[in-house]
């Protein structure tokens, strides 16, 4: 019988989970729509159903010690998910409660980028390190920050929003109702926004002139730059300029010994780790210079965001002896 | 017989220490001028001196459990210093050896920012908290994070310079070699470069018109704001439009229950606690908002440096049980 516990992680779009063991491997895993308009009173029988299936399969094959939960707007000290900006779940939910209710084991909960900094700490690039930082670069910027050893939950449980920190006051409006937020220029979205104002800006001929801002993605501005198309390459040095610039920032802040890079913008390899380091060293203080390596995820293939999960958990069991 | 701890604050003209309880009363205090241009080896018998003069002076009244030390750019993991600003002690010296071998008693050091912080944190403004930042406003901006009621120290025992993130690309040169760092604009020394600006942008009549740069003080320029000069009003806007905006970017890292100032500007109270608030507020993420405080220092009128060191060393004590 091998001792799992359950990793799920609730996105806008689907909702999956697994069972990890204490090593990262991933045993009967699932996935369902999260249906962002229903109400958590419907999407969580739906869950339930699903794990128990999973579970019933399983036999007695697996012990589950636990479950850890990635969503987004969760709060780690509470257990809750507040206002979460994809779903329909209204002001607060205390959805650790309502899991722990059905299941009667331990139940911990974050949001996704510090589910993704456990899992980098546990199973990925991160082992071993103490003080490190995970920049997700997806829809928007997540940021997952560890000192000495614990993830930075802050006085309130929400903590590491990087990608709200701030580029240019007049700058580009951001979905959170202000204007200027780092991840308006560095994430899958940012970029793809940094092409359209270099396309507006220069006359140079770029494939990326077919196609239109719903067709265009992050992964086709990845290719074009591969293919050497100029507004593509132009569109990684622009977003790895202010990435760097933020991330000398934040190193003023913490002083990591690594940032880890999460997303499919990271398999433009060194379209983007090159520059972006060259403009983090450039602006950094010389008592942190050529000290903090930038690194991709070693998730990225993996089921990442359910290893996050799942890292959470297993955190909480070892530290407190659960 | 009293348990006292030895804490001494290094600075580029003054050298302090006290010997300081549990509950921050100072027994025998010196102070000694540190001799900025003399090396460590001439420094230490000097301090030795005083030290032991003062420890003779108590006789049986103390005991001596410790020694906490804040020095620019010491480093708590290491008990080094490396390459001080202001004093020619040479690349690296290990003060904390130097010392234990002559006291054979535990030492820590730290910056003094992060003294100012722990200080904070067992006497003063932040007592209770565990999640709160301290800022220093001198000559230049220090500053300390304490996390889940630790300091971060970082993977190199060099995080917390918020001094030196960066305001403006294109701004204002500063010690450190490059341009537009926080506290070019944000220091007693920031706000009197303010100044200068204003009076060259403006006509206005102001009292600040009659002094030159090296007669200027940030006491001065609060003095004058008190009054109602309007060059120097617009001067604490300007200082607290920027700090309030680089504030905003620090809670989105640690979500602090607090951040505390310290220093002379912290006199001209409202003037500067006002427009930070305010602009904080302002830059701020939703979920963040109008929860952090933004609070003086309750140790500026004590000898705030001293029991910030010796809060070092009474948390080493407590927390490692020497």
């Known amino acids: 019988m091998t001792e799992v516990v359950l990793g799920i992680d609730i996105g806008g779009t689907n909702t999956k989970f697994g069972f990890v063991d204490a090593d990262g491997n991933c045993y009967e895993s699932g996935s369902m729509p999260t249906n962002a308009n229903e109400d958590v009173s419907a999407f969580l029988p739906r869950l339930f159903e699903n794990v128990d299936l999973a579970i019933k399969k399983s036999g007695d094959s697996i012990k589950l010690r636990g479950i850890?939960?990635?969503v987004p707007n969760g709060n780690y000290f509470k257990g809750t998910v507040e206002r979460p900006p994809n779903l329909k779940w209204g002001t607060v939910v205390n959805l650790s409660a309502l899991i722990k209710k059905h299941y009667n084991i331990?139940?911990?909960?974050?949001n996704d980028a510090n589910a993704a900094a456990l899992g980098e700490m546990k199973y990925g690039a991160a082992k071993g390190m103490k003080d490190?930082?995970?920049?997700?670069?997806?829809t928007g910027l997540g940021s997952g920050i560890v000192v000495n050893g614990n993830l930075v939950y802050g006085a309130d449980g929400f903590a590491g929003e990087i990608g709200h920190t701030l580029v240019n006051v007049n700058g580009r409006w951001c979905g959170c109702g202000r204007r200027g937020c780092l991840e308006t220029y560095v994430s899958a979205t940012g970029i793809k926004r940094t092409v359209y104002k270099l396309l507006a800006d220069y006359t140079e001929s770029s494939e990326l002139h077919n196609y239109s801002f719903n067709e265009l993605t992050a992964e086709m501005i990845t290719e074009a730059g591969l293919r050497g198309d100029k507004i593509a390459l132009e569109a990684f040095e622009y977003t790895a300029r202010i990435l760097g610039m933020k991330l000398a920032d934040t190193v003023a802040h913490?002083?990591?010994e690594a940032i880890i890079l999460f997303g499919g913008l990271v398999n433009a390899n060194e379209l983007i780790f090159t520059p972006?380091?060259?403009?983090?060293?450039?602006?950094?203080?010389a008592i942190y210079k050529n000290k903090v390596k930038l690194l991709p995820s070693k998730l990225m293939n993996k089921n990442a965001a359910v290893l996050g999960a799942s890292a959470l958990i297993w955190k909480e069991i070892e530290d407190k002896g659960l």
Chains 1, 2 share one sequence.
């Open 68 to 70: 850890g939960i990635g």
């Open 106 to 110: 331990p139940v911990a909960l974050t």
């Open 132 to 138: 490190f930082i995970v920049i997700t670069l997806g």
């Open 254 to 256: 913490t002083s990591p």
């Open 276 to 285: 972006t380091l060259y403009h983090m060293e450039k602006n950094m203080l």
